[in-house]
Each structure stands twice: as structure tokens, then as C-alpha cells.
């Protein structure tokens, strides 16, 4: 029986290589990408998110084990390719204009990635139309926006706006999020 728990602690330890040998281990002894993604890798970020609400961990150590799950994730994509893990929907993420932030928007792009949605990152200080031909584009069916910046957050309300002006406002749902930027 393999130990998912191992994956879960060296995450929540941000010990990156570790976390790699033990996906690696894992594929090897048949272990599929699905089940060592979802037990061992979104159950470790799980507990990385619990942390941080409770402050245990702190957004520098979040980013660490963020940063080893990507590696972890990178390292599955052939095995989630092949249709092991489908795509769960289609993510646009981005800041709002007038915000330059984006360390918080590259978290949660991460986990949504990891957690097997195909994401979409168009940065930061961008337009509400480049949010619209973005979601058109890429027929995406969730918009993320991120703002720190209280005297951005505005741009969220025009951002949907335009979404629905676009047409398009029941083909997507919308998460707005602020913080660590």
C-alpha cells in the first residue's frame, strides 16, 4: 500500500525534492496520477490552507509548498494528459487594472491548476475587454480576478460588468479575490 501521507507531509514541509521522489516513487510502483494528486498532493495543500487560516504558516511558506506541488503537477502532466485526471473546467485568472500584485493570484492559479482545472493566467493590470476576449477565446467557464489594492477593487464591479455586457455572464461563474498580493 503506498504512503500518500509521506507526499503530504514533505509538501506541508516544502521539502521540493522530496515531494518529487515521491511522486516518482509512487508512478513507479503503478500508483495512478489521479490518486497521488488528489490523496497526496491536494490533501497536503489542504492542510497548507488550514494552516495559514489559522496562522501557523505564513504566505512565504505557503509559496514554498505551492512551488513543490507545481513541480509535482509539472511532473504529472504526461500521466494527466493521457486522461487519467480530466479537465475539470476552464479558468481565466488575472489582476484587475490598475493592480500589479500577484503573488496571491499565482497561489490560487496553482491550486486550481493542481486541482485539475485548466488555468488561464493573464497576469496583472489587465482591462475588463482582455478579460472578455480571454473568456471567449479560451471558451473558459470560471474568471478569477484578483485585487490587493482597495482603491482597485472597483474594477472588479466593471470587470463582471463588461462580462455581462459581453454576453457572457451566464457561461462563466466568478471568483473575486483580495489579499496577498
Known amino acids: 500500500m503506498f504512503n500518500f501521507q ?5 509538501l506541508i ?3 521540493e525534492d522530496k515531494v518529487l521522489d515521491l511522486v516518482k516513487n509512487g508512478l513507479s510502483q503503478g500508483v495512478s496520477a489521479k490518486d497521488l494528486l488528489n490523496q497526496g498532493l491536494i490533501a497536503g495543500m489542504d492542510v497548507v490552507g488550514e494552516r495559514m487560516e ?3 504558516m505564513f504566505i512565504p511558506e505557503v509559496l514554498m509548498a505551492a ?3 507545481s513541480a509535482a503537477v509539472d511532473f504529472l502532466k504526461p500521466q494527466i494528459a493521457e486522461g487519467d485526471v480530466g479537465t475539470r473546467g476552464k479558468v481565466v485568472i488575472g489582476t484587475v487594472k490598475g493592480d500589479l500584485h500577484d503573488i496571491g493570484k499565482n497561489l490560487v492559479a496553482m491550486m486550481l491548476e493542481s486541482a485539475g482545472l485548466e488555468v488561464y493566467n493573464i497576469g496583472v493590470d489587465v482591462a475588463p475587454d482582455k478579460f472578455v ?3 471567449k477565446s479560451k471558451s473558459a467557464n470560471i474568471l478569477a480576478l484578483s485585487a490587493l489594492l482597495t482603491t482597485t477593487m472597483p ?4 470587470t463582471v460588468a463588461a462580462v455581462a455586457k459581453a454576453g457572457i455572464r451566464d457561461k462563466v461563474q466568478h ?5 496577498a498580493g
Open 6 to 10: 509521506a507526499i503530504t507531509d514533505a
Open 13 to 15: 514541509a516544502c521539502d
Open 54 to 56: 489559522k496562522e501557523e
Open 67 to 69: 512551488k513543490a506541488m
Open 133 to 135: 476576449n480571454e473568456i
Open 155 to 158: 474594477m472588479m464591479k466593471e
Open 175 to 179: 471568483w473575486r479575490g483580495c489579499g
